[in-house]
């Protein structure tokens, strides 16, 4: 198990930067496969090192809590932010009024314009999960199918909740960093490099209430270790994703008739 000194304030400090520089201008964004391996070897690279410097402390499996938590989370990021910058895409091809003037919903097609940008993240995923395999950082008898239908449950919640925080932008012309500052907030707060008891107490019991992120790293941990999780954590996940999947697209389509209203399509 994992065991680290309260107040290990260079470590959240650390996850805070790969936070930061990793996930909104790493090298899941349209690069060749051998840029993302490169950088899937610098980052396990990281973890190992990571993981040897706290394991001399006495810290032990850092390195398969770390890859568990950056995979788990990955896919969330992705669909938090990938309709807003789908939209942001149709914009700059100069057709996103012509697909917003379409009968059918404006979040069905920011939703399929985002699977391109999920489908290089589960690549990536999938690749740094054979490598943590390979060097040891993954158990040969983890649970892969209960930890892969949780990310899979993951993707409806987490796309309804880009669909808002693209509709937020689409209908103001602001909060375009809205989605970046989550996934920072979300990497850090939800325990993904470190344990969510280096943070506050209040702190903690506050996004571990409220945050999907929280919910979804915890259940996607459980799964991974056969632990298997309760019934309540279950029903609060399925809960949130049927909030959200009315929520998400509905602002999206009221922001798109305010939008029309104002003929304010290039604010996006």
């Not at 805070?16 to 610098?42: D, F, K, Q, S, W």
């Not at 379409?102 to 940008?117: C, D, E, N």
């Not at 979300?186 to 409220?210: H, I, N, R, W």
């Not at 609060?236 to 009221?254: D, I, M, N, Y």
Request: aromatic share 8%.
């Amino acid at each position: 198990m994992l065991r680290a000194a309260r107040g290990d304030i260079p470590l959240i400090l650390w996850s805070l930067l790969r936070a930061m520089l990793g996930h909104r201008h790493g090298p899941t964004t349209n690069l060749p496969l051998t840029l993302l391996l490169e950088g899937l070897a610098v980052t396990l690279t990281l973890f190992l090192y990571r993981s040897a410097t706290l394991a001399m402390g006495g810290g032990e499996g850092y390195f398969s809590f770390i890859v568990a938590g950056e995979c788990s989370i990955a896919l969330p990021l992705v669909c938090l932010r990938a309709p807003l910058e789908a939209l942001q895409e149709t914009r700059a091809l100069g057709v996103l009024e012509v697909l917003a003037s379409a009968p059918s919903p404006l979040a069905r097609a920011a939703v399929t314009l985002s699977f391109a940008q999920i489908a290089r993240e589960a690549l990536r995923v999938i690749l740094m999960l054979v490598g943590a395999f390979v060097l040891g950082g993954i158990e040969r008898d983890f649970a892969a199918v209960p930890w892969l239908a949780a990310q899979a449950a993951a993707i409806p919640l987490f796309l309804s909740l880009g669909c808002a925080c693209a509709a937020l932008h689409l209908a103001t012309g602001r909060g375009g960093a809205i989605p970046y500052w989550l996934c920072t907030a979300a990497v850090v707060g939800a325990g993904v490099y470190f344990p969510t008891s280096q943070l506050p107490a209040a702190l903690k019991e506050g996004l571990d209430l409220l945050s999907p992120f929280n919910l979804h790293v915890e259940l996607s941990r459980k799964a991974l270790s056969h632990d298997g999780f309760s019934g309540g954590l279950a029903l609060r996940w399925l809960t949130l994703t049927v909030l959200a999947l009315g929520l998400g697209p509905f602002l999206l389509e009221q922001a798109r008739r305010r939008a029309e209203n104002r003929g304010a399509w290039g604010a996006t």
